[in-house]
Every structure is written in structure tokens, then in C-alpha cells.
T-cell receptor
Framework: DADVTQTPRNRITKTGKRIMLECSQT?????MYWYRQDPGLGLRLIYY???????NKGEISDGYSVSRQAQAKFSLSLESAIPNQTALYFC???????????????FGPGTRLTVL | QKEVEQNSGPLSVPEGAIASLNCTYS??????FFWYRQYSGKSPELIMF??SNGDKEDGRFTAQLNKASQYVSLLIRDSQPSDSATYLC??????????WGAGTKLIIKP
């Protein structure tokens, strides 16, 4: 089945450490997104990419960076993790071919990150 | 600041009844509206989307859109315990990004 996968699924790290979250997809989609989800808050967009050479900041990009290594791979890095980056992180993809306004996003299983 | 508002709930509905979930949005230029379901600890999964005023039905689910009043709703008919989840409303305001509500927690009581 075409899918979106994320690694690791759970990660506990310490303040100041560098950490990378990885996302891979077999859907053949061009567009990829990174979100974080905090209790009581909606999904917030960190970065998005519409193709390999296109990287865009989202609503809350400070403290994060991304790399689009290939059409199928999009990684999120926390250069120096801090406790308020503790959250559930989701990668999502969309095809971009169904028309801009109906472009549906499909989510990976998420990475639960805890920064101590 | 573009906003999407949802009642956090929990909304408790008896099994077999109709569950009604509401979402309001601030940007009048919003073009399309998505409903996702999220089980605890899992990822959001698409239920349906709507972009024209009126109703759109898909099985037990009906999305209703009223652009003049800036609200969108989701009705779930014949509610089942398996429908217990958090329902997320997302709005596409025209720049290919989605603005998300915080979700409404729905509990279906047997």
C-alpha cells in the first residue's frame, strides 16, 4: 500500500541535543509538510515543500530546519532541542494534482518527541 | 490572523443518534473545508471535504457549508461507538496551506 512513514515513532532527548525526524512516502506525491500538534491546539505548520527544490516556512519555523533529500523524503531537524518543542510531530503529503482547493493531505503515524 | 474555531467538547451522543459538529472560520476568502477524524494517539484521517455551499453526503457523514455565515458542520448519522474520536476541521484559505481547528472530542455512549 502507498504509505507515509515516520521514524522514529518515539524519541526522548535532552535539552540542547540535535535531533532529526524523518519522513518517507510511497504515494508519489510532490508536496510534503511537517506539523506539530500540542494538546488543546490545532495542527501547526512548521515547513512545507512543493518539490525537491522548493522549501517554505510555515507558521512556526523558528528552531527548526528541513531537508528535502528526494521527492519521497523530507526530514525535520531540531538543531538544539528545548523542552517547549515537546509535542507530537506529523508528516503529511499531498499530490497537488487534484486542484489547489481540494488538495487532500495524508498523514504519517506521527513521532512523539519529549525534550527533557 | 486567520482562525478556525471548534468547540473542544467533549460532545456526548447516544449510540444511534445524530452527532453534529461545528466549525467557524474567520477568513471570508476561504475556499475549501476539510473534516478529519483523529483517534487518540493516531494520525488524522480524511473524512471528507466540501467547497460549495450546501450539503455533501458520504455514507453516514454529511458536511454542510454556509459561506455567508462562515461556518461548516459535520453530521454523523446512526452514531456508533467506533465514531468516538476527535474531529478536526481544516480550512484552505487559498494559498495551498490548511488552517486547523483544535478539534472537537466526540463520545458515543452505547
Amino acid at each position: 500500500d502507498a504509505d507515509v512513514t515516520q521514524t522514529p515513532r518515539n524519541r526522548i532527548t535532552k535539552t540542547g541535543k540535535r535531533i532529526m525526524l524523518e519522513c518517507s512516502q510511497t504515494k508519489g506525491h510532490d508536496r510534503m509538510y511537517w506539523y506539530r500538534q500540542d494538546p488543546g491546539l490545532g495542527l501547526r505548520l512548521i515547513y512545507y515543500s512543493f518539490d525537491v527544490k522548493d522549501i517554505n516556512k510555515g507558521e512556526i519555523s523558528d528552531g527548526y530546519s528541513v531537508s528535502r533529500q528526494a521527492q519521497a523524503k523530507f526530514s525535520l531537524s531540531l538543531e538544539s532541542a528545548i523542552p517547549n518543542q515537546t509535542a507530537l510531530y506529523f508528516c503529511a503529503t499531498s499530490s497537488g494534482t487534484s486542484g489547489g482547493y481540494t488538495d487532500t493531505q495524508y498523514f504519517g503515524p506521527g513521532t512523539r518527541l519529549t525534550v527533557l | 490572523q486567520k482562525e478556525v474555531e471548534q468547540n473542544s467538547g467533549p460532545l456526548s451522543v447516544p449510540e444511534g443518534a445524530i452527532a453534529s459538529l461545528n466549525c467557524t472560520y474567520s477568513d471570508r476568502g476561504s475556499q475549501s473545508f476539510f473534516w478529519y477524524r483523529q483517534y487518540s494517539g493516531k494520525s488524522p484521517e480524511l473524512i471528507m471535504f466540501i467547497y460549495s455551499n450546501g450539503d455533501k453526503e458520504d455514507g453516514r457523514f454529511t458536511a454542510q457549508l454556509n459561506k455567508a455565515s462562515q461556518y461548516v458542520s459535520l453530521l454523523i448519522r446512526d452514531s456508533q461507538p467506533s465514531d468516538s474520536a476527535t474531529y478536526l476541521c481544516a480550512v484552505n484559505t487559498g494559498n495551498y496551506q490548511l488552517i486547523w481547528g483544535a478539534g472537537t472530542k466526540l463520545i458515543i455512549k452505547p
